[in-house]
Structure formats: C-alpha cells, structure tokens
C-alpha cells in the first residue's frame, strides 16, 4: 500500500500486515507455553484493540475465555481527578489467571490507573499482552509482559487504531507523515 489519507493527516506505511500476523503468531506461542493448563481470561480494552485480540485469540491453542470492556474515564473529585471505570466487566476475576489485550501503550496513563481497580479483585495472576508500546511517551512506567513492536513516539493509525474515529478498518499499520 502506498501512502494513505486519513482526515486531514498524510499517512505512510509501517507495519506490515505479514510483520503484524507473523508478530502474533510468537506472541501466542508464548502464551500457549506460559498458560498451558490454566485457562487464562483474556480481557480486551475497546475499541483500539479488537482487531489484535482477534487475530490474537485464533492463534490460542489453549483453553482460553475473552471479553471485551470499555473503559471511561470521568471527572472525579478534586482529590481522586480523573477517574477510569470498567464497562462490561462482568467477569469475576478472584483466583483467575488475567491477561490484559492493549493496542498501544503510549502515556501509560490509562493502564497505570486500571490496573490497581483489577488487582484489587485479587487474580491469581495479571499480565498485559500490547501490541504497540512508544517508550519515549511513557511517563506512567508499566510493565508489559508480551509486546508486538516498539515503536518511536510518532501517531499511527490501522490495524484497529484511529485518528479521530477513522483509518481502524486498515489492515496493517500507517505512520503519521510529519
Ligand atoms: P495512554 O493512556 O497514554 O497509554 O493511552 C493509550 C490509548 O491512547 C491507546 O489505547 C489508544 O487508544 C490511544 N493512542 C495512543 N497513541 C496512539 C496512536 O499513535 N494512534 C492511535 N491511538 C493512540
């Protein structure tokens, strides 16, 4: 594919979609290592990430469960600022085995926030599979247990991830063109 118009914004080719599966295909190879036996439950963060999870989820050769949250973030108090809720999750997590699908940690903001709200269900274990990480972004350190690329602290747009709502139906991913 060549270059790409999304918006107002110029757009150029990055990753390729062959790059992107062959990526997931490792990533799941780890993971039917690490949780064989164990019936992870995979948690999904909409919208970035549903195109990953599912190309993801097919290369699961485990006994695997998957679901899909939102997650809000509202105004709270003065003390508590912006505060991050789950929509959807209607699993219980005690004693499970949880992996957190991300398209792309840039900040780490939104999982520096969420994450002590799933810790405190008290999982056997909580681990974060992303497929994007920009660690000049980072100010929120995380730890992300299985990532696809990491990538300098540029927008991209693709493979489920958008510019202002469109450009998630591209099959692999576009850099922005500065
Ligand atoms: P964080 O809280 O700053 O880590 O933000 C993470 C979220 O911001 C991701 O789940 C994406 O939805 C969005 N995001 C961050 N960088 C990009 C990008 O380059 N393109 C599209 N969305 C992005």
Request: hydrophobic fraction near 45%; aromatic fraction near 10%.
């Given at each position: 594919?060549?270059?790409?118009?999304?918006?107002?914004?110029?757009?150029?080719?990055?990753?390729?979609?062959?790059?992107?599966?062959?990526?997931?295909?490792?990533?799941?190879?780890?993971?039917?290592?690490?949780?064989?036996?164990?019936?992870?439950?995979?948690?999904?963060?909409?919208?970035?990430?549903?195109?990953?999870?599912?190309?993801?989820?097919?290369?699961?050769?485990?006994?695997?469960?998957?679901?899909?949250?939102?997650?809000?973030?509202?105004?709270?108090?003065?003390?508590?600022?912006?505060?991050?809720?789950?929509?959807?999750?209607?699993?219980?997590?005690?004693?499970?085995?949880?992996?957190i699908v991300e398209d792309i940690v840039d900040t780490g903001k939104t999982l520096s926030e969420f994450l002590p709200q799933l810790h405190h269900q008290q999982p056997a274990s909580l681990k974060i599979v992303a497929l994007l990480h920009k660690p000049e972004a980072t100010v929120f350190p995380i730890t992300i247990d299985y990532l696809g690329f990491s990538i300098p602290n540029k927008f991209v747009v693709g493979y489920g991830l958008d510019y202002d709502g469109l450009g998630r139906n591209i099959p692999e991913i576009f850099k922005l063109i500065e």
């Open positions: 594919m060549g270059e790409m118009r999304v918006h107002d914004k110029q757009f150029e080719p990055y990753i390729s979609a062959e790059k992107i599966a062959d990526r997931i295909k490792e990533i799941a190879g780890k993971l039917n290592k690490d949780y064989t036996g164990r019936k992870p439950l995979f948690i999904a963060i909409l919208n970035g990430s549903f195109m990953f999870a599912a190309d993801l989820f097919k290369e699961l050769a485990i006994d695997a469960e998957i679901c899909f949250i939102k997650l809000a973030s509202y105004k709270g108090t003065k003390s508590t600022g912006h505060v991050i809720t789950a929509i959807g999750l209607d699993m219980d997590l005690f004693g499970r085995d949880v992996v």
